[in-house]
């Protein structure tokens, strides 16, 4: 087929996509949050559904309109994307995590809105370790052959860190981005490497999310075969 032609070699298969940024809250008012704005997730979401899969999206404090055609799922905390993830994975071909999941979250939740104090300097924030999803579903797959990805924005040796970071996870392909002034965070477009589990590296030249989400559904559809 022609570039730009959709061709639906995704049909009959069930994708999972995680998307946005948890959000892990402090009190009722407050969270400790990043700048993840969904649009990769999406975009991946939108390009598996024009491809005939069915799409489970798990999006996580995303402001964007939904995508048709597609499950979402709506979570607010790391905690609430794991059980999402897990039970959507159960039966899914491939779950690809382009959520910005929080490492560390709170450890305690205060019921009532955290007051200042007069003359008192503010109490420390103690952090716990969140669950960490992708090592998680890729250690314990939920069916044979499932096809999982990760993401990761890395600085410095850019591709020493996703390779160490691809064989840390166990995750089948890694996309990794670089991330700098103006990068990745809330753009319209992208520019990574995929690295495969399998040794591969596939480049994709700056452009829209969607031409980088094609290129990864191309490498699971590669898979999966
Ligand atoms: N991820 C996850 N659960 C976490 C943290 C990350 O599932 N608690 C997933 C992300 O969705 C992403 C991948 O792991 O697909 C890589 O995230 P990243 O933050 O780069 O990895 P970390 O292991 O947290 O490494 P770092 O210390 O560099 O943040
Ligand atoms: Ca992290």
């Known amino acids: ?6 061709e639906p070699d995704l049909r009959g298969r069930h994708v999972v996509v995680s998307a946005g940024g948890t959000r892990e809250p402090l009190d009722p008012v407050r969270f400790l949050g990043n700048r993840s704005s969904g649009k990769q997730g999406y975009a991946l979401a939108r390009t598996a559904a024009a491809r005939g899969a069915r799409v489970t999206l798990i999006a996580a404090n995303t402001a964007l309109p939904d995508p048709a055609g597609v499950d979402i799922v709506r ?7 794991r059980e999402a993830v897990l039970g959507a994975a159960a039966d899914a071909d491939a779950v690809v995590m382009a959520a910005a999941v929080a490492d560390f979250r709170p450890a305690v939740y205060a019921t009532g809105k955290i007051k200042k104090k007069d003359g008192q300097e503010p109490e420390p924030v103690t952090l716990v370790r969140n669950p960490d999803v992708l090592a998680e579903i890729s250690g314990d797959r939920a069916r044979a052959g499932q096809v999982i990805v990760g ?3 890395e600085t410095d040796d850019v591709l ?3 390779r ?10 890694l996309v990794v981005n670089e991330v700098g002034e103006r990068r990745t965070f809330g753009s319209e477009e992208n520019e990574a490497v995929v690295l495969g589990a399998d040794g591969s590296e596939t480049p994709v030249a700056h452009g829209p999310k969607e031409a980088l989400a094609e290129t990864v559904w191309d490498l699971v559809a590669e ?3």
């Open 75 to 81: 979570v607010g905390t790391a905690v609430e994307l």
């Open 1 to 6: 087929l022609a570039r730009g032609v959709t």
């Open 164 to 173: 160490a970071k691809l064989k840390r996870k166990g995750c089948d392909l």
């Open 223 to 225: 898979r999966l075969g």
């Open 151 to 153: 993401f990761a924005a």
């Open 160 to 162: 020493a860190n996703g």
